[in-house]
């Protein structure tokens, strides 16, 4: 049972590059979440889905987009990245959209 | 939105004290949870707090539900090395939203 697995684990992009963080559970938990970390800002909810084939948005949506096609998948796609996007992004997935558990984090780099 | 106070911002203490912190909203809360997170780890779920009033432990980790839904605590006894890291206070607001809101955590640091 590998839980909740994000990869790449780092990565640096330059500025106008897009790219998407993998995320992926075997634990069949419907909600899924993106949240990004920044020093002293706690984690802020980025985009959030409840099932596959539904998303919304969360606290910091603008520049990210997601698609939930299967419930052990949910991708983050980066459209243009910027300098203001260099962060520490976590994925998670619960199964009572409560309880949380939460990937080892891509530590992103924009350049 | 909501927002989530959480206090203090970290805290310096000798192994085997006791230490509380705490998280204050001006939103009621339906859910109360308590996560660490240690150096390049994501956060971890330590408690989960249901109904107010409710107090729950975990070991040496007390946490408990404000009865006013709009406040949460977590103590720790007997502090060791091992729980030096970042603890976070997370609520899911009144509603039922999937959307959890975090505290911005405070870093605990322990002497030996």
């Known amino acids: 049972n590998a839980g909740v697995t994000q990869t790449p684990k780092f990565q640096v992009l330059k500025t106008g590059q897009s790219m998407t963080l993998q995320c992926a559970q075997d634990?069949?938990?419907?909600?899924m979440s993106w949240y990004r970390q920044d020093p002293g800002m706690g984690l802020r909810l980025i985009h959030y889905s409840v099932g596959a084939g539904i998303t919304d948005q969360g606290e910091v949506p603008n520049g990210y987009n997601v698609s939930r096609s299967t419930t052990e998948d949910f991708p983050l796609r980066l459209l243009s990245a910027a300098p203001s996007q260099t962060s520490v992004y976590f994925c998670?997935?619960?199964?009572?959209?409560?309880?949380?558990?939460f990937g080892s984090g891509t530590r992103l780099t924009v350049v | 939105g909501q927002q989530l106070n959480q206090s203090p911002q970290s805290m310096f203490i000798q192994e085997g004290e006791d230490v509380s912190m705490n998280c204050t909203s001006s939103s009621i809360f339906n859910t109360w949870l308590w996560y660490k997170q240690e150096p390049g780890e994501g956060p971890v779920l330590l408690i989960a707090?249901?109904?107010?009033?409710e107090l729950t432990s975990n070991g040496r980790l007390t946490a408990q539900f404000g009865i006013t839904r709009k406040d949460s605590f977590l103590n720790i006894s007997a502090s060791i090395p091992s729980d030096v890291g970042i603890y976070f206070c997370?609520?899911?607001?009144?509603?039922?939203?999937?959307?959890?809101?975090f505290g911005k955590g405070m870093k605990l640091t322990v002497n030996p």
């Open positions: 634990m069949n938990h419907e909600y």
């Open positions: 707090l249901y109904k107010a009033g």
């Open positions: 997370a609520g899911q607001p009144q509603g039922g939203s999937e959307k959890l809101v």
């Open positions: 998670a997935s619960s199964a009572d959209r409560v309880g949380y558990t």
